[in-house]
């Protein structure tokens, strides 16, 4: 079965620094990879996504995150962070499900702050 | 383009009262609908999945139903609320034939008291 972990629970960055996320996941084949972002009390809004082909992919609000096969990670990175991109990432392998469909297995999340 | 609702956005019910949330799908025909919840401080748990009216797979045993009565609409019911069914519902779509991606609704925070 697929897993996902994210180990680092909180992040705390200035405004303006760099940021990694870390993401490794387990997954028998070609992973489908996506990283979500989540604001207190709202939804997943989807960030970028990983299915094939180039292995640095880019996503809304300046993020980017690097498919690395040989070390099962798959880290977002954002060169300057904005006070408004304090929020809870998740990053998200995707499987096949028997009958049709997909299934999406989450990491715990990483809660980012931003110090200003 | 698409949009997903959920209601009620918020919901306070006693331990023992039944549940019914409701989701629907705008823009799009036939879409893979999921639900899924999130306990305070976890990720999300895949609860039930559907790829056609009618069609629900449930991932986890509990004390949950889930129904899709019309190719839009997803809805998760219990007959008794638990304590530990509280926490953030959410529910997605999927266009099955275009990529593997879902995409979220708002939710619903659930606090069974």
Known sequence: AQSVTQPDIHITVSEGASLELRCNYSYGATPYLFWYVQSPGQGLQLLLKYFSGDTLVQGIKGFEAEFKRSQSSFNLRKPSVHWSDAAEYFCAVGALLTGGGNKLTFGTGTQLKVEL | ?113
Not at chain 2, 87 to 111: E, K, M, N
């Open chain 2, 1 to 113: 383009s698409q949009t997903i609702h959920q209601w009620p956005a918020t919901l306070v019910q006693p331990v023992g009262s039944p549940l019914s949330l409701e989701c629907t799908v705008e823009g799009t025909s036939n879409p893979n609908l999921y639900w899924y919840r999130q306990a305070a401080g976890r990720g999300l748990q895949l609860l039930f999945y559907s790829v056609g009216i009618g069609q629900i797979s449930s991932e986890v045993p509990q004390n949950l139903s889930a129904s899709r009565p019309q190719d839009r609409q997803f809805i998760l019911s219990s007959k008794k609320l638990l304590l530990s069914d509280s926490g953030f519902y959410l529910c997605a779509w999927r266009d099955r034939v275009s990529t593997d991606t879902q995409y979220f609704g708002p939710g619903t925070r659930l606090t069974v008291l």
